[in-house]
C-alpha cells in the first residue's frame, strides 16, 4: 500500500462512535475482495483455458495483466487519494473494480477477459492504498493494533479462502457459466462496499500532497511491457528478433526513468520514486528480495495449478483442497514469526523461511518425480507444508525488516514501493512461466500426452523456483541483523487531515 511523505495532523472520530467499526468492516471487506481475486483465479485457469479457448499467452496475461496494472498504479492510487481525498478515491476504486468484475464475468472472449483483468488491477490500485490511510483517520492510536491485528486475520483468511472459494464456484458450474462466478460473486459485495462506504466512511486528504508523476508511470509500465510481451509471446511466436530488441530495450527505459527521476526530485520534490531511499543500504537489498520473491511466487502459483489440474487430471475442488496445509501453514507461520521469533532471532528468521521454501520445493520436485502421474493429495501434504512455514516467515516481518534502516518521514513512500515491485516481481514470474514451464512442452501433444508433459515441465520449473529462494537466501545478508524498533506499523502511516469531524454520509 502507498502514500506519500506529505503530513498533517489526524484527527480521529470520537471514541464512541460506533459507525467507525461499520466503515472498518467496509475497508477490510475491499481488501479481502482483492486478496481473494489474485487466489481465485489461478484455480479457475485450466476451466478458462478449455471454455474460453484461451492460448499460453492470453492465460498468462490473465494474471499477468492485473498484477502489472495493479502495481504501475499503486503509488498514483495512494497519492491521487491524498489530493482528491481518499474516501473519493476509495470509492471510485471499488466501484470500478466491481464493474471491471462483472466484465471479467461476462467476456465474450479472452481477449475482452484480458482487458478486462488490466482493468480491475487497475481500479485495485486506485482502491487498496486508502485502506490504511482510512484506518489511520479513521481510528485513534490506543486502538489501531487492534484493528492491524485484525487486518493481519483478514490476510490468512484471504489466502485460505481463495483457492477453496475458486475451486467450489468453478466445480458447482452455477446455472451453466462455468468459470465466470468467480467474478460476479464480486458484483453483490462491490455493490454493498459502494453504498455503505459513501455512508460510513470519513474524508480524508492531505493539504500538502505531492504531484503526480505521469511521465514516471508510463516510463515503468513501458518498460515493464518492453520486457513482459516478449516473454509472454516468444515461446509461441518462435522467437522473433524483435522480441529480443524489445527486450534489451527495457533495461535502457529503466536508465532514463531513473535520470527522469532524478531531474524531477529536483526541480518540484515530487518523484514517483525517491532514489535517496536507494542509499539504505538494507532497503535496496530489501527491495531486491521483494522482487525477486514476486517472480518466484508468480511462478510456482501458476504452474502448480496447470500441473494439478491439466497434468494429474484433477478437479479444481481436488486442487483447491490440496492447497490447504499450504495456506493454513502461511498464516500460522507469519503469525508466530512476528509475534515470537523476529523479536528473538531477527534476520535469521527470514534466512530460515528462504531454506525452507527452497527445501519444501526440491522435496515437492522429488516427489513429483517418484510418483509421477499417481502422486496423491496427502503425499504432496508435507513439501507444502515445509513451503508454507517458510513464506510465512518471510512475508509477515519482511516490510519490517526492509524499513528499519530507512528515515522515519520516508516511510510511506518506501512501504509503496516495497508493494509495488513485489507486484512488479509478481507479473515478470507470471511471464517467464511461458520460458520455465511452457518452453519445455512440445508442439502438437496427443492427448495421452498432454499429462506427463505438464509433469516434467512442472518439476523444470520447480528447479527455477528452488534457484530464486537460494538467491532470496543470499540476498537477506544485506538485511539489517535485528530490525530497528523506529518504524512502527501505524505511527509510521502518511498522517491526514480530516475534512469532516464526524462520520456523515
Known sequence: ??????????????????????????????????????????????????????????????????????????????????????????????????????LCGFAANPEMLVAARILQGGMAAMMVPQVLSIVHATFPAHERGKVFGLFGAVVGLGAVSGPLLGALLTEWNLFGLEWRPIFLINLPVGIAGLVLGSRFITESKAPRA???????????????????YPLTRGEELDWPLWGYVSMAGAPLVFAALVAYERRKAARDGSPLVELSLFKVKSFAAGIAVQTVFGVGLGIFFLVWTLYMQTGLGWTPLRAGLTGVPFSLAVSTAAGLSVQQLVPRFGRKVLQAGALLMAAGVLLYLWEADRYGMGIRSWQMALPLVVMGVGMGLIVAPLTDAVLSEVPKEHAG??????????????????????????????????????????????????????????????????????????????????AVEEKEPELVS
Open 210 to 228: 505531492l504531484k503526480l508523476d505521469l511521465v514516471g508511470v508510463a516510463m515503468v509500465v513501458l518498460g515493464l511491457l518492453m520486457l513482459l
Open 1 to 102: 500500500m502507498t502514500s506519500t511523505e506529505t503530513t498533517s495532523t489526524a484527527v480521529a472520530p470520537p471514541a464512541g462512535d460506533r459507525r467507525r467499526w461499520f466503515a472498518l468492516a467496509i475497508v477490510m471487506t475491499a481488501a479481502f475482495m482483492d486478496l481473494v481475486d489474485v487466489t481465485i483465479v489461478n484455480i479457475a485457469i485450466p476451466s478458462i483455458r478449455q471454455d474460453a479457448g484461451a492460448s499460453v499467452s492470453q492465460i498468462q496475461w490473465i494474471t499477468a495483466g492485473y498484477a502489472l496494472a495493479f502495481a504501475a498504479g499503486l503509488i498514483t492510487g495512494g497519492r491521487l487519494g491524498d489530493i482528491h481525498g481518499r474516501k473519493r478515491l476509495f470509492l471510485v476504486g471499488i466501484g470500478g473494480f466491481t464493474l471491471a468484475s462483472a
Open 413 to 494: 513512500s518506501a512501504s509503496g514501493l516495497i508493494n509495488t515491485v513485489q507486484q512488479m516481481g509478481n507479473a515478470l514470474g507470471l511471464g517467464l512461466v511461458s520460458v520455465v514451464f511452457f518452453g519445455v512442452i512440445g508442439d502438437r501433444l496427443r492427448p495421452e500426452q498432454v499429462g506427463p508433459a505438464f509433469v516434467d515441465a512442472f518439476q523444470h520449473a520447480l528447479g527455477w523456483v528452488a534457484a530464486v529462494m537460494a538467491v532470496i537466501f543470499l540476498l537477506m545478508f544485506a538485511l539489517p541483523k535485528r530490525p530497528a524498533q523506529h518504524v512502527e506499523g501505524a505511527d509510521d502511516l502518511p
